[in-house]
């Protein structure tokens, strides 16, 4: 498509206005069969594309025993298009003034939960999970219990990696895998050379993440059958961070640090 049609399109012309403007510029007059031809516009829809063309002030008719068109020269036209334009801007910015009201009465009027989500496949939790890891900033605390999520791989997935490039700060407990003291120790050794900040206990109350001082992520297990029913809830607000922060460095006071783990357990690795 020629450029100049697309440029009149962008403007608020349709295609074969753009054609027939076009053509009506080439030459003083011209007849609606003439300009049929130079534009290749079925000539059942030339008038319909002239009437409007003269409704936007881009060509004018001249009456006479054959009728001719000619095009109203740009500079004319498009200043009368260029104050439209600043008539549609003009009342824009009038609408957001007279909107934005109704719209913040509405987020003062939600529902008092709206900063809680709740994740219920284990789909749907990592995706989120892996998420608030690229958005945070400052670090990520960890509570992390069996069963778990991780792979027997011993290297750190790829979003925490991307998240600790940027300088968050990665601590997390992790829970003794009594099952299997070996490898749980060789993984929790992998996870601390990488660079995440690690400990275990020997008992944590729950699985746990917190994301910076704004956001928390937490499981709720159904007792009686845990595999059926998995949940996690995520909840954005500063006071029960700040409350779960103060928690997890309880915690990490009286967990293990990894090497001393190894010793107590007389593991070789």
């Known amino acids: 498509m020629d450029e100049n049609i697309k440029d009149l399109i962008n403007i608020g012309l349709t295609e074969n ?8 510029l080439k030459k003083q007059h011209f007849t609606a069969t003439e300009i049929s031809r130079c534009t ?11 009437t409007n063309l003269m409704r936007k002030g881009l060509c004018s008719e001249k009456l006479g025993k054959i009728r001719k068109y000619e095009a109203v020269g740009p500079k004319i036209a498009f200043e009368e298009i260029i104050e439209n334009q600043k008539e549609k801007l003009q009342k824009l910015n ?11 009465h509405q987020i003062n009027n939600s529902s008092p939960l709206h900063f809680i989500q709740v994740f219920s496949t284990p789909a749907s939790i990592i995706k989120k999970h892996h998420t608030l890891e690229l958005e945070s900033k400052e670090f990520v605390l960890s509570f992390c219990k069996p ?5 027997k791989e011993l290297d750190i997935h790829q979003e925490q990696w991307e998240s600790m490039k940027k300088g968050v700060i990665y601590k997390s407990i992790f829970e003794v ?4 003291l070996q490898f749980f120790a060789g993984q929790m050794k992998s996870f601390e050379d990488h ?5 275990v206990s020997y008992h944590l109350p729950i699985k746990l993440h917190v994301f910076d001082t704004t956001t928390v992520m937490f499981s709720m297990i159904n007792k009686i059958n845990p595999e059926e029913n998995l949940t996690y809830l995520v909840i954005e607000h500063p006071d029960i961070a700040e409350t779960l922060i103060s928690t997890f460095y309880e915690f990490w006071e009286k967990a293990i640090p990894v090497n001393e783990f190894i010793k107590k357990e007389k593991l070789l690795l």
Do not use: Q
């Open 94 to 104: 009038d609408l957001t003034e007279t909107l934005t009201p109704i719209y913040k």
């Open 147 to 151: 069963p778990y999520a991780m792979n």
């Open 17 to 24: 206005e753009a054609k027939v403007y076009l053509c009506l």
């Open 177 to 180: 895998e009594k099952d299997n």
């Open 195 to 199: 660079g995440e900040e690690i400990k």
């Open 40 to 50: 290749n516009v079925n000539r059942s829809k030339i008038y319909t594309v002239l």
